[in-house]
């Protein structure tokens, strides 16, 4: 069974810091691109970030670039959120996903196949 299962979340105060994983299982997805995504309360799920399979290209929304570092371990089938300079906007349940194309130079957002449940992060003023 293949399974993407997100850690790390909680609750911070703004202005501080946490690190997501992602740890998949099942299956290897060395090859696949990977992304990071969210649902804050009450509105749609969005795009955070994305890392190419051998991490050579990385892309961020607007709202987290400069604050928001996405890398991935693929000898630990596992990628990473680093979330600095958190903000109360950046509350959120955190999903990663795998995008079905594999040795892909980009990675397409509306090409995800595989989901975790989410991590839920709680930014504090």
């Known amino acids: 069974q293949v399974q993407l299962v997100e850690s790390g979340g909680g609750l911070v105060q703004a202005g501080g810091s946490l690190r997501l994983s992602c740890a998949a299982s099942?299956?290897?997805?060395?090859?696949?691109?990977m992304g990071w995504f969210r649902q804050p309360p009450g509105k749609e799920r969005e795009f955070i970030a994305t890392?190419?399979?051998?991490?050579?290209?990385?892309d961020y929304a607007d709202s987290v670039k400069g604050r928001f570092t996405i890398s991935r371990d693929n000898a630990k089938n596992t990628v990473y959120l680093q979330m600095n300079s958190l903000k109360p906007e950046d509350t959120a349940v955190y999903y990663c996903?795998?995008?079905?194309?594999?040795?892909?130079?980009?990675?397409?957002?509306?090409?995800?196949?595989?989901w975790g449940k989410g991590t839920l992060v709680t930014v504090s003023s």
């Open positions: 890392i190419t399979w051998r991490g050579g290209r990385t």
């Open positions: 099942g299956r290897t997805f060395s090859s696949n691109g």
């Open positions: 996903a795998a995008d079905r194309a594999m040795y892909s130079t980009y990675v397409n957002i509306h090409a995800m196949e595989y």
